[in-house]
């Protein structure tokens, strides 16, 4: 499995093939199911779904895998983005829309897709907050799952609408410390407390902000949350962290975000900050 979710994708953000699938993300194929659980336990195998998915005209353009030293990798929690086909041959824009499809087979939880979208010149894998993500139980058939698809597919224009809606409205420098602030604290606390841990700091805030392309220097909603999402999701920027030896802290690179649910996570928490932002 790639080491960081940037490199769970095809360079040329082409359609994965099943081989390349199997090396990011060998779960998608399992048709095994965690050892604890019972014949009763019905499970809703990804490698049914991609078929599906490739029925409705849409293709997986990323796999990534939770890593697991305790569990067996073919049982692992695992995300694939899927676009158009049409839109991988032939889209033009800065920006794609995608389906993202996060699924295990350890019974930790159901089958959720959510809306999305892939934003090409800083390769930034977006994920919509609220109102733009569903779940069906394993115990559903795929005709449940063609349900909850053919519903995301329908909201995919409306999450189009809503970010040009971003792009359209443009933020103050509070605002946008505001917006960087908040979106920080999606993976760390403020520094407040000399307690062991890692930090965000003033200098984080900062960072998140920073202007490192010329396609970023934008006040706009949406190029803000984009640059913040970058930094807070691949650790563009510095951190404290606090240990037994050195209680006074240590400024170091954050790492970036590899847990596949942590990914999703913080990525719709951080579309629905730059929202609540925006059209306050």
């Known amino acids: 499995m790639a ?122 894998g977006l994920i919509a907050g609220d109102g733009f993500q569903s779940r069906i139980y394993h115990s559903k058939a795929l005709n449940g799952f063609e349900d909850m698809l053919r519903n995301t597919v329908a909201t995919l224009p409306t999450m189009m609408e809503r970010l040009e809606k971003l792009r359209g409205v443009t933020l103050d420098p509070h605002q946008s ?17 000399q307690t062991k841990g890692v930090y965000a700091t003033p200098q984080t805030i900062a960072d998140v902000l920073h202007i490192s392309r010329y396609e970023d220097n934008y006040m706009d909603a ?21 240990s037994e030896k050195h209680p006074n802290g240590v400024t170091r690179k954050a790492r970036p975000v590899n847990s596949v649910k942590e990914n999703i996570r913080i990525n719709s928490e951080l579309w629905n900050i730059a929202e609540d932002i925006a059209f306050a």
């Not at 920080?184 to 403020?190: L, N």
Request: net charge positive; hydrophobic share 40%.
């Open 3 to 124: 080491k960081h979710l940037i490199f769970s994708r095809n360079a040329n953000n082409s359609a994965l093939s099943a081989e390349r699938i199997q090396q990011l993300a060998p779960a998608a194929f399992s048709t095994t199911k965690a050892e604890k659980l019972t014949d009763r336990y019905v499970s809703l195998n990804t490698s049914d779904i991609i078929p599906v998915m490739q029925d409705y005209g849409y293709a997986p353009v990323q796999a990534a895998q939770k890593r697991s030293r305790s569990l067996n990798p073919a049982h692992s929690a695992h995300m694939l983005a899927f676009a158009k086909t049409w839109d991988i041959d032939f889209g033009t824009g800065d920006i794609r829309p995608e389906i993202i499809l996060y699924n295990s087979h350890d019974g930790s939880g159901s089958v959720k897709l959510f809306a999305g979208c892939f934003r090409f010149i800083c390769a930034n």
């Open 177 to 193: 410390v505001l917006m960087a602030k908040r979106g920080v604290e999606t993976r760390w606390d403020m520094l407040e407390e």
């Open 222 to 242: 949406f190029t803000v949350f984009n640059r913040i999402q970058e930094g807070v999701v691949r650790g563009n920027a510095f951190v404290k962290s606090l």
